[in-house]
């Protein structure tokens, strides 16, 4: 093996800009900052990743899944593959991994991973039988044509190794560049017409069933039935299949005046800094970054104690976690918060000193930079 810099492809679906996308795009601009690997995207959506991505000059091509079968992205990866001539190719989600692991193989048996970047959400009843033949087409190309599955939890790992072998599993954090967050949300003027001086509770990702949106606006409700008198507001932001489902909920809960849906938001981070809290209620999670912005922006975190979640919040030293996965739980803790201060402001400046000592970006880019250059060594080697 030379020591050219390494060319890394990454196959991604980009139509949705949530906690995988965000990562995404941090490792890549980490890449292009830190270290000499050459990053290069596929994306099979137009989004908002594919706009941030060429915002910072980084290399990006879109074979849109809405005109394109999947044996044509196929081909077009291959083909892409052949004129670009990666050293590794890295994979995100079931479509990506079963896609990019197979052109990798038909390309020229290139070494290819995967990053999983939370739990399987479910699985299809047996009589589904097309979503069951996807489900094992990610199983078989993740157990054997890609070399690494990384996980992003020690969590995820004891969930996955039933699935997979131990020894082709890699744990690596998620990292975040805080002095970029920082510098982007102090850049943007607070909204002057914004008059509400309300203790703001946030909750924000895809309206899906494994988040548990429910159980944030049951706790909003137990708020209004047991503490009146508070000036509280509670705001949901982003989308999904279940609005409509939460809204009717919103309203059989009375607090069409107390939660508000907000919708997608582009600018989560700007969001997020004028909470005075931010909840978790998700029945699992990986590593969220919705967190690791959080505690860069001293928003503090009341979350269910699942996934990477503990350890990331220092089994509470560093947030409030919340073992009892019920809307009272979540409630009292909110009341907690605001009624002592003094462990807020603890709370929030032992998140900041350990989001940015143990989850920085360059640390995160590092560890994957590592993992191809052993993919490729393994590779000169068999080759000899």
């Known amino acids: 093996m030379d020591n050219n810099p390494i060319i890394a492809l990454h196959i991604s679906s980009g139509d949705l800009w949530a906690g995988a996308e965000v990562q995404l795009f941090t490792l890549a601009k980490s890449f292009k900052n830190i270290t000499d690997t050459n990053i290069h995207i596929i994306l099979f959506n137009h989004g908002l990743l594919e706009k941030q991505l060429l915002d910072n000059n980084i290399n990006v091509i879109v074979f849109d899944e809405s005109k394109l079968n999947g044996l044509q992205i196929l081909r077009q990866i ?57 489900m094992f087409l990610d199983w078989f190309c993740g157990r ?16 996955l190794q039933k ?13 975040i560049d805080t002095t970029s967050v920082i510098k982007s949300v102090k850049s943007i003027k607070p909204d002057e017409k914004s008059s509400d001086n309300s203790f703001k509770v946030g909750i924000a990702g895809r309206l899906v069933p494994v988040k548990r949106v429910d159980i944030f606006i049951q706790a909003a409700q137990k708020m209004l039935n ?3 008198e508070l000036n509280i507001s509670f705001h949901i932001f982003g989308d999904g299949p279940l609005r409509t489902k939460l809204e009717v909920l919103n309203q059989r809960q009375k607090t069409e005046n107390m939660v ?34 959080a ?55 032992n998140a900041l000193n350990r989001v940015t000592t143990f989850y920085s970006n360059k640390k995160n880019a590092m560890a994957y930079n590592t993992i191809y250059k052993d993919l490729i060594s393994s590779r000169y080697t068999s080759d000899q």
Not at 101 to 117: D, F, K, W, Y
Not at 273 to 293: F, R
Not at 297 to 303: F, G, K, T
């Open 144 to 159: 054997f044509l890609q070399k690494k599955i990384i996980v992003v939890s020690d969590d995820l790992a004891g969930i």
């Open 163 to 175: 699935s997979f072998p131990v020894d082709k599993i890699k744990v690596i954090e998620n990292g």
């Open 260 to 293: 508000h849906f907000e919708g997608h938001c582009e600018n989560m981070q700007q969001e997020l800094s004028c909470l005075d809290t931010l909840l978790i209620t998700s029945d699992h999670e990986g590593l969220p970054m919705i967190l690791l912005e």
């Open 295 to 349: 505690m860069t922006l001293q928003v503090p975190i009341i979350a269910h104690a699942v996934g990477g979640i503990p350890t990331l919040l220092a089994h509470g030293e560093s947030g409030v976690l919340i073992k009892k996965h019920q809307p009272t739980a979540f409630a009292e803790a909110i009341y907690r918060l605001m009624d002592d201060p003094e462990n807020r402001t603890k709370i929030i400046n």
């Open 78 to 134: 291959i083909s892409t593959i052949k004129r670009i001539r990666p050293d590794v190719i890295h994979t995100h989600r079931v479509k990506e991994n079963i896609l990019g692991s197979m052109a990798a193989l038909l390309a020229g048996n290139i070494p290819s991973l995967r990053t999983a970047h939370g739990a399987p959400e479910h699985n299809p009843a047996w009589f589904h039988i097309p979503k069951r033949l996807i």
């Open 226 to 228: 047991d503490h009146p």
